[in-house]
């Protein structure tokens, strides 16, 4: 059984993915974000730039979307 990541570590990886200029570490971080959203890209090592781009583009929006999630049933 997988263990779903915190959405602290969630944040970490997401920052990871944006800064980081791994394309093998990009690869396994987005793998490891598609625990908690199956549906996300993965970053493949020989994607073309621009594609990589659309993908984080993607993995922000859905922790834009996490986010106001956990803030709505905060309240």
């Known amino acids: 059984m997988r263990r779903q990541p915190t ?5 970490t ?4 993915l944006q800064r ?9 971080v987005s793998k490891a974000l598609r625990v908690p959203n199956p549906k996300g ?3 493949e ?3 073309e730039d621009q ?3 659309k993908k ?3 993995w922000r929006s ?12 905060q309240q």
Request: no cysteine; glycine share 0%; charged share 30%.
């Open 7 to 11: 959405n602290q570590n969630i944040k």
């Open 13 to 16: 990886l997401l920052s990871v």
């Open 20 to 28: 980081s200029k791994s394309e093998l570490l990009r690869n396994q």
């Open 41 to 43: 890209p993965v970053i």
């Open 45 to 47: 090592v020989d994607d």
């Open 51 to 53: 594609d990589v781009k």
């Open 56 to 58: 984080i583009a993607v």
């Open 62 to 73: 859905w922790s834009h979307e996490l986010a106001r999630e956990e803030a709505s049933s």
